[in-house]
């Protein structure tokens, strides 16, 4: 007997159980990741994920070497690919970790109509999320659409189950199949080479992860209630991405808090509060499970109306470049041109900035961090952009405008993330930094490229022309 386990979003072989599960049944073993651009509504993914998923898949690729494994690489429809190879392979059983965006959940359940219909095994597992979507709902067996209760319901499920051990008895190697070569896929950037600031700032992969999380139980947990909305102190976890890429489970990370916990140093109020940032993490991926339009579409429809300005294109660019005058927003746009990354307070305060003091469409903001998160993720990234819109479920109300002046002096008081990121205001003192928009300049630094007092009263006159939701 052969079993082939299908790697998605799940590139790691510690608390696997797709993987356990096939090394469990016995027999052979063959392993495959399929680049699927090509099934329908399937994303295209962005710059930055593919950097990611390439630096990833070479990792696994010798993880799984040093037991004697060769990933099988193969890119086009998985529809077509999966029943081919496992002709090929003569496998009698498939596993894979279960995903929960439409598109994919589609390819998913043709796959194992046709192949259960050929009589091959097929078993889906949980790996990727605490809770199964439609396991959590509201009395009235509705989705939640608010964070609080939806959590609360959660936790009153009981402790995730422990996670799995990386497998130690691997079985045999399936005999070998052909395998695309990595390189051949071209997803890392040529000309120009913008990756540079992205190979400083991350190790892909299962054992990066692992390094990732270790430093953060050490140095990150013990004070991450107080400090996590710190853009200028590193306090929070950067396991965004390889949780994106599954380098490491969700129940890996709920345990490993819980252990940390048991150390007498740490509070319990920051070890709920980094559970409670992965609940937000589920919530979203809920939300998108029960709301498959939650990227294109406002959740909430009387936005639909809303007068977006069309795009000003020297308005977007100074935006997407970190040149709109105004120095958390420029920070936090450099911050994530250049590492992949942006610290979440500041995530909020550029997405703000473009939605009401540009007012430009979410969505065209939703876009370009698809394009430049190595976390880049399908629910997180949406729910997150409607969420600073007003139009998403649970959301900020849209009259609640950031102050991006205030909240730098509240956030970042020293300036030092400011001065970090943007050279240009490096030798300045954070007094001058907040001057900025008051009327002060730095030589080589734009001036504002809006007015914010002006701009936030466009936004709320904007606002008011809709209609309340019945
Ligand atoms: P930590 O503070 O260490 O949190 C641990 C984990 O919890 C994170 O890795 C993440 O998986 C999850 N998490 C934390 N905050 C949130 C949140 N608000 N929503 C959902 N999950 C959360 N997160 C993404 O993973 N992908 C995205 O594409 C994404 N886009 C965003 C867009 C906007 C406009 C905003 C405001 C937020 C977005 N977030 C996104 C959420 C959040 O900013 C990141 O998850 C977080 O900054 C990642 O850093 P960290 O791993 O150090 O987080």
Same mark, same amino acid.
């Given at each position: 007997a052969t079993s082939l386990v299908w790697f998605r979003e799940d590139l790691r072989l510690a608390d696997n159980p797709a993987l356990t599960a096939a090394i469990e049944r016995g027999g052979r073993l063959a392993l495959v990741y399929i680049l699927d651009e *090509?099934? *329908?509504?399937t994303r295209p993914l962005g710059g930055a994920s593919r950097w990611w998923l390439h630096h990833s898949l070479a990792a696994l690729s010798n993880d799984l070497a040093a037991h004697g494994y060769r990933l099988i690489l193969r890119r086009g429809r998985a529809g077509d690919i999966l029943p081919a190879l496992i002709q090929e392979i003569g496998a009698n059983a498939v596993d894979w970790n279960r995903r929960y965006g439409a598109a994919e959940r589609a390819v998913d359940a043709t796959l194992k109509t046709t192949l259960r219909g050929q009589g091959i095994a097929v078993e889906s597992h949980q790996a990727g999320l605490l809770f199964e979507p439609w396991t959590v709902t509201t009395g009235a067996g509705q989705p939640y659409r608010v964070f609080t209760p939806f959590w609360r319901a959660c936790l009153a499920r009981g402790e995730p189950r422990p996670p799995l051990p990386a497998p130690h008895d691997w079985p045999p190697p399936a005999d070998g199949a052909a395998s695309d070569d990595l390189a051949d896929w071209a997803l890392l950037p040529t000309k120009p080479d913008w990756a540079a600031g992205l190979r400083e700032s991350w190790q892909p992969g299962e054992r990066g992860a692992q390094a990732r999380l270790a430093q953060f139980q050490d140095e990150g947990l013990p004070h991450y209630a107080g400090q996590r909305d710190r853009p200028d102190i590193d306090a929070t976890s950067r396991l965004s991405p390889h949780l994106r890429f599954g380098e490491v489970s969700p129940f890996q990370l709920w345990h490993a808090a819980g252990v940390a916990g048991r150390q007498e140093t740490m509070g319990r109020r920051n070890i709920d509060k980094f559970l409670s940032e992965l609940g937000w993490r589920e919530f979203s991926w809920h939300l998108l499970f029960h709301f498959p339009d939650l990227p294109d579409r406002n959740f909430q429809p009387r936005f639909d109306a809303f007068p977006w300005r069309e795009p000003d294109a020297a308005d977007l660019a100074a935006w997407q470049q970190g040149r709109t005058g105004i120095p958390i927003v420029d920070a936090g746009m450099r911050q994530l041109w250049h590492t992949g990354w942006m610290h979440n307070r500041v995530r909020m305060i550029v997405a703000s900035f473009l939605i009401k003091n540009l007012l430009i469409d979410w969505r065209i903001g939703e876009a370009w961090f698809w394009d430049t998160l190595v976390d880049a993720d399908a629910a997180s990234n949406a729910a997150s952009w409607q969420w600073v819109a007003g139009s998403g479920a649970d959301a900020a109300p849209y009259f609640r405008v950031f102050n991006p002046v205030l909240q730098a002096e509240k956030f970042d008081p020293r300036a030092d993330y400011i001065r970090a990121h943007v050279p240009e205001l490096a030798a300045l003192p954070a007094s001058e930094i907040a001057r900025l928009t008051a009327g002060g300049h730095a030589r080589g630094y734009p001036a504002p490229i809006v007015d914010l007092q002006e701009s936030r009263r466009r936004a709320l006159d904007a606002f008011a022309s809709l209609k309340a939701d019945e």
């Open positions: *090509e099934s *329908e509504g």
